[in-house]
């Protein structure tokens, strides 16, 4: 199927969304709903299975929040650059806890020994990055739930601030408002998420000089 190119005004002159960056923006939109999914599938299975199998749902999450952070259209690209170091130093933690603790270890020695959050913690913080992108653009109140829980439920924990059932509850919370940030993105236009590209080429033409 071809899609005709548009053409828009940009604040630095016209600029024309393709097929291929429609294709990114799905990318993106699938990638970081694999995220959703995955976290949800590893609440649930964790509560009604126990840890044991709970890794794979982690390491798709992983995969997914790699390719969110590929797909994503940030402008400034530093920041862009910055929020794919993070998720790649969580996936290091990750498996340095893995190769300590085990695959089926993961969870339990998290939640026995908070400390390895600063290990995995970048992944999340990154996450947290998207989410405070998709508040920051679009003023969705579900972005809340990685923007400002998953750190805040981060951090309580790791310092002694919750209880097991408080951060249970938080982490539920802060997955079920991911799951709708998401599911809300898919019937905007392909151009709300990537934004104006003219900003895109000005940027990159001042990176050149």
Known sequence: MNITPVTY???????????????EVLLYRLSFLVVALAQIAALAQWRLLGPAWCWPWLLLLLAGL????????????PLHRTLQLFWLLGC??????????GLDGLLPELVHQPLWIWAVGPAFAALAGLGFKE???????????????????????????????????????????LLVLVLRKFPMPEEADLGDLSVFTHLDAGLEI
């Open 135 to 177: 508040f920051f653009c679009f003023q969705r109140p579900e972005a809340i739930g990685v923007t400002l829980l998953l750190p805040a439920l981060l951090l309580g924990w790791l310092v002694g601030l919750f209880s097991p059932a408080v951060a249970s509850t938080l982490l539920v919370l802060e997955s079920v408002l």
């Open 9 to 23: 005004e940009g604040v630095y002159g016209p600029f024309t969304v393709t097929a291929e960056d429609r294709r």
């Open 66 to 77: 790699g390719g969110a952070l590929r797909w994503v259209h940030i402008y400034l690209r």
């Open 92 to 101: 290091c933690g990750f498996a340095f806890l893995a190769w300590r603790a």
